[in-house]
Each structure stands twice: as C-alpha cells, then as structure tokens.
C-alpha cells in the first residue's frame, strides 16, 4: 500500500445529502474510529475525521484526517463505516468494516511539515466501492468552508465554546456506532499561535483515544461577537485537531506529550486537562502537497495559499 494518489480521486462524487439533519447530527457522523494492530499484535485505537479536499463543482477529494502518530507502526488497520438507510440517512445499528491487512500506516499521507503531527488517508472510491457492494456507507465530510479564515478568524475572542468529538479511551456508542461529544472551551487564543506555533490550547478532558478529534467553535441560539453584539442561530466552525495532552508528574514536571493511543498509561503522568491542538488551516497544507505528487488540480478551482 503506498500514499500515492490514484487517479479516481478526480472522480465526481455521489449526490448531495438530501436530508435536513441539524448540524450537531452531521458532526455526528463526521469521525470515525481508526483501530490498529502493529505487528507485535498490540491494539490500539484513535480518532479520525472526514474531510474533502478539492471541493469545488461536484467534485472531491475524500480523506480521513487524524495524528500522524495514531497510525505510526500499524500493520493493520480498521475503519467502522455507518450504512445508509433507504431514505439516505444513517441506519443506526448497521455498519461495514474496512479492513486494512498489512502496511497500514504507509497508506497515509504525511503533513509535509515533519513536526506537523497530521496524516491523510485518501479514500479514493471507497464509498463508490461500498455502495456498488450493497454496502453504501453514510459520512458527513467537512471542508474549506468549515474552516474559518478572514474575518471569521479575527472575530473569534479569547475564550470560546469548543465542542470536541471523538472515542476517549475508545468509548463510542458501538451499537450505533456513535462517537462521544466532550464540551470545553478554549484556554488560549485560537486567532494567536501558542508558542509561535500553529497551535492553542483547550480546557477540555483529554484521554487516550483522544488524538485526532476535530475540535469547533460551537454556539446554539446565540454568542457574542468582538463588538459585544448578540448573535443568533448556530455557530460550527472546524478550527482545530487535538494531537498531544499537556500532563505532569509526581514530582511536578510539567511537559507534552501526544495524547496516547493505548489505554494502558503511566500513572507517574497525570493530565491536567489542557488539550494541544492543531489549527485547522494546517489540514489545507496537505493540497500543495498532493498536486506536487501528480494530483490534478481541478478545472477552476483556486488554491489559495495557504
């Protein structure tokens, strides 16, 4: 298996979702559980989401978005896809999964930054595949447009309503294959890099199985802008992805560390509930990337830079 991009990614995709669902419904089914076995056999598992890249016309490219060390020495790797209904909507309780036999972590693709702790599994025509299988899976994939840039960005204040969903410790509704919904806000400035870094951090609990959570802005019937005005409606922006935990230890170090994979973790380190998470903008720096690799740019589509 190789990250190289298949020539079925410029493919037009299948028609848009005609169900009005509310937005909390399709966050809902916008992630999905990566479990993984390296080849001494131990398990563990982490979270990815679904993101389309190149969206512009009908077309697409589709991913999976999660922590470059959530996959790193997987021999084998699984994705738990939640089948359609008749109605094209979720039939909860019925879901097909992908199995990846060997070289797992080779099918992602690397953020292009090595200390960007991003990769992207392309999903080429898998959901076409599915679909063509009797097997048709149902996913809400979020895009350019959920990330906020311009004055979307500058608006944000210091301290917002963030909403991470993900499998803490690998806990999700399984029988209806449902992920977990944390609240939280922001501890540091999403609009300032921490550190110098791309980066902010959240006041949020953070576990393993955590890494790889989108984390948004969330806001229902209101919220209130830089200039102190009320805003109604609903507020959802994609603007980060948790990857590290900010921990210490007995003797008071403090450091951080990416948020573990495995359940079985160190009692020396205790988390103090500081999520680092990673910008969302960093996810359009993987489009350079893969047009450098051969990918075709879409007829008319504007790649920013990013």
Known sequence: MTPDIPEALAEETVAAEPLKIVPLEQVQHATVIIRCVNKA???????????????????????????????AGAEKGVFRWTLKNSS??????????????????????AHPDPTVDLAIFLLGNTFEALAAAGSAPYGV??????????????????????????????????????????????????????????EFLIDAAIYPGSSGSPVFVYN????LNRKNEVQLGTRLMLVGVVYGVAQHSVNGELMIVPAPTQK??????VPNNLGICIKSSRILEFEPLMVS????????YNMRAK
């Open 293 to 300: 690799k051969g990918f075709p740019l879409p007829s008319g």
């Open 41 to 71: 056999g131990q398990n563990s598992s982490g979270t990815g989401f679904l993101f389309a890249f190149f969206k512009h016309e009908g077309r697409e490219v589709q991913a999976v978005v999660t922590n470059k060390h959530v996959i």
């Open 220 to 223: 229902q019937g209101s919220w």
């Open 141 to 198: 994939f979020a895009d350019e447009a959920a990330i906020p840039t311009g004055e979307l960005f500058k608006d944000l204040l210091p301290l917002e309503d963030v909403l991470v969903v993900g499998y803490p410790d690998g806990i999700s509704d399984i029988r209806n294959n449902i992920p977990v919904f944390r609240r939280g806000i922001t501890a540091t400035p999403v609009n300032i890099d921490f550190e110098g870094r791309k």
């Open 88 to 109: 094209d909507g979720p039939d909860y309780g019925k879901f097909h999964d992908v199995v990846y036999e060997k070289d797992f972590e080779k099918g992602w693709l």
């Open 264 to 269: 079985q973790v160190a009692i020396s380190l």
